[in-house]
């Protein structure tokens, strides 16, 4: 058994713990299902008069005391028979035996607890110490909104305390570190009611966008990418033609000029089409790749709607490649390569998982060419020296994809690289080339975007860093602190010297103690902290002071260069 095993092994018998705990100390409660999780575990019940908030201590400290006694737990199969007699008064379950097939069903019993079960547990509750609950929710019988209203426990379980610890740490942290707040508190941004779910960029806030966007924009010319610039708003009929009108409709913005329908764009590619279309196409051309930082719009509601990573307004770093099927591959390698460069950059090491999606059962296109393009995109993975797993038909039906995960530094997932491979808007389009042999034949689309949305991407980063950024992304790159008023001047040199070698520099103009400067450029985040006095004036150099407390004294403008130009570059 493999650890992701493991710990669902672990999850679903913490939720029988929590079952147990609750036919104790609540005997009139109906038991319905309790799944492990992704994250943790829960189990949905009926309770006789809802449960609280202030109830959960109490219920798990019964549960502590269910895994002290160390109670065995097995698992065997009865007939149905003799499960609706076990289950006469409890509807649900009598539900759930009915609907299994054969004329057996499993049950998992820990004394004198028992509950409908597939298998998987632990050997004892004594193993299912390190557990927390997290709270009490509302919740509906099969998920249906018209069905029976229920009360759904959650919880969390690890194999040690520890583990268990570092995750309340990243809990927490991931509260005191909170995108939102941080860029109120850093001046990056700001949402306002009269414009709901779009954000507002202060210049800090731009600035970041902007280097991030340059940073990317130069990589995709390095690799041969032209860019373009497609309009917001076009007729509805090409949406239609696209097919995002039937997709996207009512999250689309919609405007009337000159009794004609036009659509602000919930995507980029139906206008970089356009440009393909604009023209004949010959095999010299291909690969063609256009890229494009486009302002997307979709109508979200508004209780999805979350800081940065879920807006109504968003820039996609969208790239669209034009290319023969059999080229597929070097594009997939040549993009990967991209995306690891802006990953790196950001503070991303590694992938955490990589997911190809293949053939779903609505497919157009042959299988013959589906299995071309499929075996592209795990060659370019294999040649990039990346493990992936297979994602078995969850392609779109116009073709397969791959998508990357991202690990931050509280160990959560992201999804922000997506390279897409398209044999549909080829086909709706009618878009062609000229082969060597005089032929007219079709392209493939390959999409990509690897940031995904920049805003989303820019919460990802703050809270990652946890609003420490890297000294190339920070607004404020240094800030020059003096120790006493009579160092202003050498301060000024400092400072144009900076400047002129393209760093993000400040002068302190306050009057604080060098403390109180201190503190002030910690606050905001500020990576470089320039300390000069009478010994720095007199030697010309500086005292660099880091965000962590550590520093660097007596250091010469050359060398002072040489380092920013290290980390700049």
Aim: proline letters at 4%; charged letters at 25%; hydrophobic letters at 35%.
């Amino acid at each position: 058994m493999n650890k992701h095993e493991d710990i669902k092994t672990l999850r679903h018998s913490a939720a029988h713990l929590l079952a147990h705990a609750i036919t104790e100390l609540f005997p009139h409660t109906q038991l319905t299902i309790g799944p492990a999780t992704e994250t943790g575990f829960f189990y949905d019940f009926l309770p006789e008069s809802n449960f609280k908030e202030t109830d959960l201590p109490r219920i798990a400290q019964r549960m502590q005391e269910i895994v002290q006694r160390n109670v065995p737990l097995t698992h065997t199969q009865i007939s149905k028979d003799e499960a609706r007699k076990l289950y006469a008064s409890n509807k649900f379950k009598l539900e759930l035996i009915d609907d299994l097939e054969g004329e057996t069903v499993g049950l998992a019993q820990q004394a004198d607890f028992y509950d409908l079960c597939r298998g998987g547990h632990v050997t004892s509750t004594g193993k299912l110490a390190h557990f927390k609950l997290t709270g009490i929710s509302g919740s509906y019988w099969r998920a249906d909104r018209n069905g029976i209203a229920l009360q759904r426990i959650s919880g969390v379980i690890f194999f040690t305390q520890d583990e268990l610890n570092a995750h309340e740490q990243r809990i927490e942290d991931a509260q005191r570190y909170d995108h939102r707040r941080l860029g109120k508190q850093l001046d990056l941004f700001s949402f306002h009611e009269e414009g709901v779910g779009f954000p507002f960029f202060h210049p800090k806030g731009k600035l970041i966008l902007n280097e991030l966007q340059g940073f990317m924009r130069a990589r995709l010319a390095d690799a041969g990418y032209k860019e373009i610039e497609t309009p917001m708003m076009l007729s509805d009929e090409l949406w239609r033609r696209s097919g995002h009108y039937e997709f996207y409709k009512n999250n689309m913005y919609f405007s009337n000029v000159e009794n004609k329908n036009y659509a602000i764009k919930p995507m980029n590619c139906p206008g970089s089409i356009l440009i393909y279309k604009e023209r004949p196409r010959s095999y010299r051309e291909l690969p063609l790749r256009l890229s494009e930082f486009g302002k997307v719009h979709r109508h979200e509601l508004s209780g999805v709607l979350h800081g940065l990573f879920r807006v109504r307004a968003f820039t996609q770093d969208d790239a669209h490649i034009y290319c023969p099927i059999e080229l597929v591959e070097q594009e997939i390698l040549s993009n990967i390569t991209v995306l690891m460069k802006v990953m790196k950059r950001c503070g991303f090491d590694s992938i955490k998982k990589i997911g190809i999606s293949t053939r779903p059962e609505n497919a157009m296109g042959d299988q013959a060419v589906w299995d071309q393009a499929t075996d592209a995109l795990k060659n370019a993975l294999q040649k990039a020296g990346l493990e992936y797993h297979i994602k078995e038909g969850e392609g779109a039906f116009y073709g397969p994809k791959i998508e990357f995960i991202i690990q931050d530094s509280m160990k959560r997932e992201w999804q922000c690289g997506t390279i897409q491979v398209d044999f549909f808007q080829p086909e709706n389009f009618d878009l062609s080339y000229v082969s060597a042999g005089g032929e007219l034949k079709r392209p493939v689309i390959i999409h990509q975007a690897l940031y995904g949305s920049l805003e989303r991407f820019l919460g990802v980063l703050l809270e990652h860093h946890k609003g420490n950024l890297p000294l190339w992304l920070a607004p404020v790159q240094a800030k020059i602190l003096t120790v006493s008023q009579e160092q202003k001047e050498y301060a000024k040199n400092v400072h144009d010297i900076l400047k002129k070698a393209g760093v993000r520099v400040e002068i302190d103009e306050s009057s604080d103690a060098l403390s109180g400067q201190i503190k002030d450029a910690q606050e905001k985040r500020i990576p470089w902290m320039l300390v000069v006095g009478k010994k720095e004036a007199a030697q010309n150099t500086v005292t660099l002071r880091m965000l962590n407390g550590t520093q660097e004294q007596g250091l010469t403008f050359e060398t002072l260069l040489e380092k920013a130009a290290a980390l700049l570059n």
